[in-house]
């Protein structure tokens, strides 16, 4: 029989602060614009969840635009407000594969993490290539996605089949959020965490502000 230390310990296969780095690639307009796959409302949403999860658990992250100034614009204001560019240094390209661009490889192989989870605009072309490249070069790769989206459900769907046939593992923005959380006993998230649902988690973040407020607790 397994005893307690052997049962408590959790699958290396899930995210924690310390064992990943997250890559937000193309949030702009432009992308913003043809993006059908998934209703904009809840891709800011997500976004926004997100990036305030790596606020939250201090994840290394790496945000990164194309073309910012000249055609896809400014990033949305949901990741704005958790990375402004005055301080966060957005590195644009002009690469499609964010992996290709090297300041941007520079920037995420820099921090050392074997874990690289991804999220950004369009699954099929800004997701697809440094997904595979990053596997290619031994890394295990996350794709959140439903943070991303594409021109139409076809091109989502067959994008984030071809990334899983090539051993991405998918999750959803509020998967990621409490894998990183755990256990609600972390008092020193627990309230940021909770806030963050309160103002971007739908339904389930109703249901927080219920119980806190109805339930007291």
Not at 105 to 112: D, F, M, R, S, T
Not at 132 to 161: F, K, M, N, P
Request: charged fraction near 15%; hydrophobic fraction near 40%.
């Amino acid at each position: 029989m397994p005893n307690a230390t052997q049962i408590a310990q959790p699958s290396a296969e899930l995210l924690n602060p310390d064992n990943h780095t997250l890559v937000l690639i193309d949030y702009e307009g432009q992308m913003g614009f043809a993006t059908k796959s998934i209703d904009i409302t809840e891709l800011r949403n997500n976004v926004a969840i997100i990036a305030g999860a790596s606020k939250i658990f201090n994840v290394p992250t790496v945000v990164t635009t194309v073309a910012e100034e000249s055609f896809s614009g400014p990033v949305f204001l949901e990741l704005e407000a958790a990375y402004p560019k005055a301080s966060s240094g957005y590195i644009d390209r002009t690469s499609m594969n964010t992996w290709e661009d090297v300041n941007a490889y520079n920037a995420i192989v820099g921090k050392g993490k074997k874990k690289i989870v991804l999220g950004g605009l369009w699954t099929s072309v800004c997701i697809v290539g440094p997904a595979l490249s990053a596997i290619a070069a031994g890394y295990e790769v996350y794709v959140i996605t439903d943070a991303c989206g594409d021109v139409s459900v076809e091109a989502h769907e067959r994008a984030v089949q071809r990334m899983i046939q090539a051993g991405a593992k998918p999750v959803t923005s509020i998967q990621y959020l409490l894998e990183l959380q755990r256990d609600w006993a972390r008092q020193g998230t627990y309230e940021a965490v909770t806030t963050l649902m309160k103002q971007h988690g739908g339904g389930y973040g109703i249901g927080i502000q219920y119980a806190h407020t109805m339930l007291k607790h």
